[in-house]
């Protein structure tokens, strides 16, 4: 089955299951594997909607007879749903509300780990809600907190990669408050660290990227009387997520992470042993950097990305911009 039929196809799939003699177990289980099916990597928005539409009718055939179906098909929608392309809060407002009718539900019938991922997922959706002002970071945080309890590094090292990474942004979205910049940074660099303790470059490539990367994006911006020496180890961590992110295999992720390291660079001496030489070469590496990343978000049409490197590189000699993340 591909992860794409026309909307037809799965009005006939419904109706074929409508039809058959299968239990109302088996056929709601054949919707929650097809929608989940469609989930997988779609191509464009289409395959989510047919994924909802799946879900809807999942629901139908629940009703309160089968909770723990109700439960699945309540979190698949949300997610469908939270995956979808939209300007505004209106669809991540309708997941929210799912995910919390499929909590309780899961609480008693479910499975841990099925609590646990609702839980996850409910708290990228407030994670999302937080800028408008539709929910709490700090709630976030402590759904993160109590999936970690399943999630652990040694079972899930992925999930758990996942949670501790959600969490050190969220700590570092929180709202600006005297004495707690430094506080939140330093909070956010322990976090990544933590989690990089149970991923591998091997095992897990592209949660070791993700954790990389965005540890140096703390790291240049931690308060210290030692800058140097947290813009090294900066540049380190986005050294080892260009072993995974690459021009061929993960264009943006590798241009985002191009355009940290350039960010460092500004603000390395050439030679640590005689600083007051100045950084010229590291600025023209810089140069090169930010010209890259600029043709490669253009390219993909992410041309505010573009425009914010683009404006980088022509104004090196001013602090640079905040890391893009």
């Avoid at 999930?159 to 700590?171: D, F, R, T, V």
């Avoid at 149970?198 to 993700?210: K, N, V």
């Avoid at 490669?296 to 404006?311: K, L, N, P």
Wanted: proline share 5%.
């Amino acid at each position: 089955m591909t992860n794409s039929l026309t909307d037809t196809a799965v009005e006939v799939a419904i109706a074929a299951l409508d039809s058959e003699t299968a239990t109302p177990i088996e056929k709601i289980e054949m919707l929650l594997e097809m929608a989940t099916r469609l989930q997988h990597r779609p191509a464009n928005e289409t395959p989510l909607i047919q994924a909802v539409m799946l879900y809807n009718h999942a629901l139908d055939l629940c009703g309160e007879a089968y909770p723990r179906l109700k439960a699945r098909a309540l979190a698949g929608k949300a997610t469908a749903l939270r995956s979808l392309p939209e300007e505004g809060p209106t669809r991540l407002l309708e997941a929210k509300a799912l995910y919390e009718a499929a909590l309780p539900l899961l609480t008693q019938q479910g499975s841990p780990e099925e609590k646990a991922e609702t839980q996850m997922n409910l708290g990228l959706v407030l994670q999302s809600l937080a800028p408008y002002h539709q929910a709490q970071l700090a709630d976030c945080i402590r759904l993160y907190q109590q999936s970690l309890a399943v999630f652990t590094g040694k079972t899930h090292p992925q999930e758990y990669a996942i949670l501790q990474n959600n969490i050190a942004i969220a700590y570092l979205s929180i709202a600006s408050s005297s004495g707690w910049d430094d506080l939140k940074q330093a909070i956010a660099v322990q976090t990544f660290e933590r989690a990089l303790t149970f991923i591998s470059l091997i095992d897990h490539p592209s949660e070791y990227a993700m954790l990389q990367n965005n540890l140096g994006n703390a790291l240049q911006y931690l308060p210290s009387t030692h800058p140097v020496d947290n813009n090294l180890r900066a540049l380190a961590a986005y050294d080892q997520a260009l072993k995974v992110r690459t021009a061929e295999d993960t264009p943006l992720a590798y241009a985002h992470t191009l355009a940290n390291r350039a960010n460092v660079l500004v603000n390395l001496p050439d030679d640590l042993e005689q600083a007051e030489q100045g950084n010229q070469r590291h600025v023209q590496q810089a140069k090169a950097h930010y010209r890259e990343a600029e043709q490669i978000f253009a390219a993909y049409g992410q041309f505010s990305q573009a425009d914010t490197v683009r404006q980088a590189g022509e104004a090196l000699s001013q602090p640079v911009s905040e890391a893009v993340s």
